[in-house]
């Protein structure tokens, strides 16, 4: 009886333990991202690294009122679908300021081969 109720303990335990680093995991390649993100701004000029950094500061206070809500299904949503805008807000800026710097679409699609890696964007457009 005990050795069935230590093997139930013990297999819970290494289910929580594995969700637990694969979260942590999730959340650090988020960070990272935004971060790397925010610092690939500065190649845009003025104006469009201004615009673009305020609207990943935005995200950023987007996914913590996800994360202060909780099980809100409602405000979960909303704050979704201000994600959402957020991200096409960021596209439009970027591919703008790439456009007038550049003058060509090769600098947007690079922009955006760099911005696949984030794993926040996935998630967030997802």
Known sequence: ???????????????????HFERRHVVLDEANALGTTYMRADFLNEAAREAVQDILRECVEARLRLLEEGRDTTATVKNNARLRELLDQLWNQIATAFWKMHNRRDSTRWFRARMKQSTWLQHASG
């Open 1 to 19: 009886m005990f050795g069935l109720a230590g093997s139930l303990l013990a297999f819970s335990f290494s289910l929580t333990s594995t969700r």
